[in-house]
């Protein structure tokens, strides 16, 4: 069978438009093949529609990876510098909202056209609505037999995405194909997404739900300062999501609920200045107040603040800055923002994403092992490693 194209991308995401249009603007024929009706719905959708597009702060320890190291090549030849400039070139409005975090200022629509238009002035041919039923290595590179007929091209780039969010069209397909071609794929778990309580434990919150209070989430050595939400199934808000990436069931959380505030030196200032107001009192002052009261039924004896001594204030600020939280599990992919896991970094080149086991294959984006913080970090992944593999095909 003759090469219809040079490069055939799987994926019409974040990592797959990035790969198109740059291996476009080399001169190479690109087809770009999209089982859903349009490409680029997970950007639709991200950041409550105003795509949170990169983070200025994006370094190699925002990662997580069974090798940590992969993806310090891709990131430093494709910085967010350099997509902020085409955002800017197609004069996209954006600001900063916290942390290096760049959302677009009306529509995260703006982002896709931008991708789209940019493989549109490259000529590269974009397929919507086309199933992939098989790809098979041919002869001078690879076959692949889709709803819409049957292309082959040297180079195949998949760019599949992970199992996050099935409502908007995620499968399994990409890790299977990795399979397919030899490749080892690690453990996948939902990345960024709420977690659970179950039992006694949400008994305990459940009726809290809609409260936010800002937190520091520790586990082991990774912290995250942000707000929690409490649900009417566990918890969620920036803090939770971070944290969610490196907790698996049955570890321990602990939550900091006055975070950057020595609680013990608190506690004293309050017990000099007001002896006879109650702990709850004083605690719904720096915390939601129904949050304070549950924390004095369950967790703290409540009685005015005099009839602490030293070593009960010590308890009570030590329960403040570590307070266990105990979750049964995460809502999930259905929730989740990414996955975690994927095509093993072993077998791919970390400057241009190829297969280190079948010349001319390649794996980018959410597919692979390499997993961002929330904030625009799992976007500037999809675009360095897209960039990476367009630069290489």
């Known amino acids: 069978m003759l090469p219809s194209h040079d490069v055939i991308v799987l994926g019409g995401g974040a990592a797959g438009l ?35 597009f990169t983070n200025t ?8 990876s069974a090798n940590p190291h992969f993806c310090k090549s ?39 056209k931008m991708l789209v238009d940019e ?53 399994g397909f990409g890790y299977e194909l990795a399979k397919q071609f030899g490749h080892t794929v690690l453990p996948l778990r939902a990345g960024l997404v709420p977690l659970t309580l179950s039992g006694k434990h949400q008994e305990r919150l459940q009726d809290l739900s809609g409260v936010a209070l800002p937190v520091e989430a520790r586990h082991g050595k990774q912290a995250f300062r942000n707000f929690m939400l409490i649900t009417h199934r566990g918890v969620s808000g920036p803090a939770i999501l971070q944290i969610s990436s490196y907790w698996q069931p049955g570890e321990e959380l602990k939550l900091d ?11 004293l200032e309050q017990q000099a200045q007001r002896p006879a107001a109650e702990l709850k009192t004083v605690l719904g002052d720096a915390l939601p107040r129904r949050f304070a009261q549950r924390l004095c039924e369950v967790w703290l004896p409540n009685r005015p603040l005099r009839q602490y001594n030293e070593p009960q204030l010590r308890e009570v600020s030590a329960l403040l800055q570590a307070w266990p939280l105990t979750a049964s599990g ?21 400057s241009t994403m190829m297969s280190r086991i079948v010349p001319g294959l390649f794996f980018i984006g959410e597919v692979v092992d390499v997993t961002g913080w929330l904030g625009g970090y799992n976007f500037q992944w999809a675009w360095a490693s897209g960039h990476a593999a367009g630069m290489a095909v």
Request: proline share 3%.
């Open 57 to 64: 702060g994006a370094t190699p320890a925002n990662y997580l």
């Open 119 to 171: 493989c549109s002035a490259a000529q590269v041919r974009i397929d919507t609505q086309c199933q992939v039923h098989a790809v098979q290595q041919v002869e001078g590179g690879f076959r692949v037999d889709t709803s819409q007929g049957h292309f082959a091209a040297p180079s195949l780039v998949v760019a599949t995405g992970g199992l996050s969010i099935p409502s908007m069209g995620a499968t």
């Open 330 to 350: 995460t809502e999930g992919y259905r929730t989740a923002e990414v996955t975690l896991g994927g095509v093993d970094t072993d077998g791919l080149s970390s």
């Open 74 to 112: 891709a990131l430093a030849r494709y910085t967010p510098a350099d997509f902020i400039e085409l955002v800017e070139r197609h004069g996209i409005a954006y600001h900063e909202k916290e942390l290096g975090q760049l959302f677009c200022d009306v529509s995260s629509k703006l982002i896709v």
């Open 257 to 267: 609920l006055l975070p950057g505030q020595d609680a013990h030196a608190w506690l």
């Open 18 to 52: 990035m790969c198109a249009l740059t291996a476009g603007q080399r001169g190479l024929r690109v087809l770009l093949v999209e089982h859903a009706n349009k490409v680029g719905k997970k950007i639709l959708m991200s950041g409550g529609g105003r795509c949170n």
